[in-house]
């Protein structure tokens, strides 16, 4: 009781700071966006466009092409095209050039992406700018030196591309997402039709001015947006070979019924509820800001966030101390400020999402603790939100919340630990947080995750494989691995 009133009291000054705005002076948008298909802007068939808004402030930023199946035909065709006439036929160091140009491109226009990013989807400007952008730019780098060099990958097997991916993508990382699935496609050789999430279009918009102005051939990368059916109309076209999704459980059940009769090869990268757990031993204050950034970054908009911690009994009550403390000094606000810690939530839907979540907690009797911080009365905001008192059956526990709450549990032993992290239907990440490598090492081959963090969490690079065990989706995205997805080997 003493230690946590120390802690308490020497933890519990919050600077009020001066707002610092990232400039908007340098971005340019249009009003409104048509479909890039063949090289060319064209109109959707239907004649129809929606809007995309900045979360933060509900403000209309720009008009959307709607495409429908005609359009996604068009754009298949295009892309079939390229494929047999110009790039399965082009040497792979010719494709890296491309690449190589497409990434220098993205990073001479980084401030322009992390704000546009920034504004349509409502993440923090500091992410952004420090992870989104960046690490779109290094997939491109990375994957265009595999391109000439994928006998090194697979040494005496034979490789080949597989034609035209389908590939389609979420709201929480778009132009991050995009390059995780153009990049490794273009390297292999294969054609590209990729559809962003309706909320969420510009970035890959911007993507594709960049892709018109590197002068790649046209067709080998076409960008349509839409919502609804326009995705299910990729899945289902008859001449797409590969099929790449990101994004909820229920629509990879979905597409994985369509596809299982077809030979079309698909990669499901889905949902996750992945467990942060916290030794005794573990150096606890960096742990407390590991579990901060596990569920806090991108406002828990985060496939992989550390969303179930479970801390050992011996210092549940001085990490939870520590972590009420780190959350009152969270900035939660304008994400185009670059001292906000938590922006908008991606959409009104995704907060009623969370709401409902909430809801649940109160209903079952959990303690509910949440950051006495303001929000601002416009836009979409959620407090960052403890959940303490839950049981393993708890939904809360099951189910993805996709939002800055985080479930408390404590454990006892490293077998009840290991059985309750790997008690969920999902599989994507974890956290280990101990002093002892001999812990991390037995940990890291009983978690049923594809990736286990070691004494950090959301740590992203290019040439480390990233994907699912169970309903977290097969296939592996990121690394040498992430090729062979584009391959036939
Ligand atoms: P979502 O609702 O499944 O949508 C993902 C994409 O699929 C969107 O572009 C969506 O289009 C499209 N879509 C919707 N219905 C479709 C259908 N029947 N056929 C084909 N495409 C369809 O997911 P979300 O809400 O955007 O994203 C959040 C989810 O993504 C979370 O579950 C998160 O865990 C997951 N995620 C996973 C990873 C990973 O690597 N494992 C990474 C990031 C996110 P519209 O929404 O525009 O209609
Ligand atoms: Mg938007």
């Known amino acids: 009781m003493k230690k946590e009133k120390e802690i308490k009291k020497t933890e519990s000054i919050k600077w009020e700071l001066s707002p610092a705005p990232e400039s908007t002076g340098h971005i340019s948008l249009k009003?409104?966006?048509?479909?890039?298909?063949?090289?060319k802007?064209?109109?959707?068939?239907?004649?129809?466009?929606?809007d995309t808004i900045n979360p933060a402030n509900e403000e209309k930023l720009a008009e959307i092409a709607y495409a429908n199946a005609s359009d996604v035909d068009k754009a298949v065709k295009a892309a079939r095209k390229?494929?047999?006439?110009?790039?399965?036929?082009?040497?792979?160091?010719?494709?890296?050039?491309?690449?190589?140009?497409?990434?220098?491109?993205?990073?001479?226009?980084?401030?322009?992406?992390?704000?546009?990013?920034?504004?349509?989807?409502?993440?923090?400007?500091?992410?952004?700018?420090?992870?989104?952008?960046?690490l779109a730019a290094n997939h491109f780098?990375?994957?265009?030196?595999?391109?000439?060099?994928?006998?090194?990958?697979?040494?005496?097997?034979?490789v080949e591309s597989l034609g035209v991916a389908g590939q389609i993508i979420p709201w929480n990382f778009p132009l991050l997402m995009a390059s995780w699935k153009i990049a490794p496609a273009l390297a292999c050789g294969n054609t590209v039709v990729l559809k962003p999430a309706e909320t969420t279009s510009l970035t890959c918009l911007k993507l594709a001015e960049i892709i018109e102005e590197s002068g790649l051939p046209a067709g080998v990368v076409n960008i349509i947006t839409g919502f609804g059916d326009t995705g299910a109309a990729i899945v289902n076209h008859p001449d797409v070979n590969k099929v790449a999704f990101t994004g909820s459980t229920g629509v990879g059940k979905i597409i994985q019924r369509t596809v299982?009769?077809?030979?079309?090869?698909?990669?499901?990268?889905?949902?996750?509820?992945?467990?942060?757990?916290?030794?005794?031993?573990?150096p606890i204050d960096q742990a407390v800001e590991g579990i901060i950034n596990g569920i806090f970054f991108n406002q828990g908009h985060v496939c992989c966030a550390g969303s179930r911690l479970f801390v050992q009994e011996g210092v549940a009550d001085e990490v939870i101390q520590k972590l009420k403390n780190r959350m009152e000094h969270l900035y939660i606000g304008d994400p185009?400020?670059?001292?906000?810690?938590?922006?908008?939530?991606?959409?009104?839907?995704?907060?009623?999402?969370?709401?409902?979540?909430?809801?649940?907690?109160?209903?079952?009797g959990n303690k509910i603790?949440?950051?006495?911080?303001?929000?601002?009365?416009?836009?979409?905001?959620?407090?960052?939100?403890?959940?303490?008192?839950?049981?393993?059956?708890?939904?809360?526990?099951?189910?993805?919340?996709?939002?800055?709450?985080?479930?408390?549990?404590?454990?006892?032993?490293?077998?009840?630990?290991?059985?309750?992290?790997?008690?969920?239907?999902?599989?994507?990440?974890?956290?280990?947080?101990?002093?002892?490598?001999?812990?991390?090492f037995n940990l890291t081959t009983k978690l049923r995750a594809g990736v286990v963090w070691a004494n950090t969490y959301n740590k992203f690079d290019p040439t480390s494989p990233f994907g699912g065990y169970k309903e977290s989706g097969f296939g592996r995205e990121g690394g040498v691995h992430g090729l062979e997805a584009y391959l036939k080997i």
């Open 141 to 158: 780098f990375y994957y265009a030196g595999w391109a000439d060099k994928l006998e090194y990958a697979f040494p005496n097997r034979k």
């Open 260 to 282: 299982s009769n077809t030979e079309k090869k698909l990669t499901l990268e889905l949902g996750g509820k992945s467990a942060n757990i916290i030794f005794e031993d573990a």
């Open 41 to 50: 802007w064209v109109k959707p068939s239907s004649g129809k466009y929606f």
């Open 336 to 364: 185009m400020d670059k001292n906000t810690d938590i922006g908008a939530i991606n959409s009104k839907e995704q907060l009623e999402t969370i709401k409902k979540y909430l809801k649940i907690a109160k209903n079952e």
């Open 82 to 134: 390229a494929y047999s006439n110009i790039w399965s036929k082009i040497s792979p160091s010719e494709r890296s050039k491309y690449m190589y140009r497409i990434a220098r491109m993205i990073q001479e226009r980084a401030r322009e992406f992390a704000v546009i990013e920034t504004l349509d989807g409502g993440k923090p400007i500091r992410e952004s700018r420090d992870v989104d952008i960046p």
């Open 31 to 39: 009003a409104k966006y048509d479909l890039f298909i063949d090289g």
């Open 369 to 440: 603790i949440e950051s006495s911080c303001n929000t601002p009365s416009k836009g979409y905001f959620c407090k960052p939100t403890l959940i303490l008192d839950v049981a393993q059956s708890s939904t809360l526990v099951q189910e993805e919340i996709f939002g800055p709450v985080l479930t408390i549990q404590t454990f006892r032993t490293v077998d009840e630990v290991i059985q309750k992290a790997n008690n969920t239907p999902f599989g994507l990440a974890a956290g280990v947080w101990t002093d002892k490598g001999s812990k991390i």
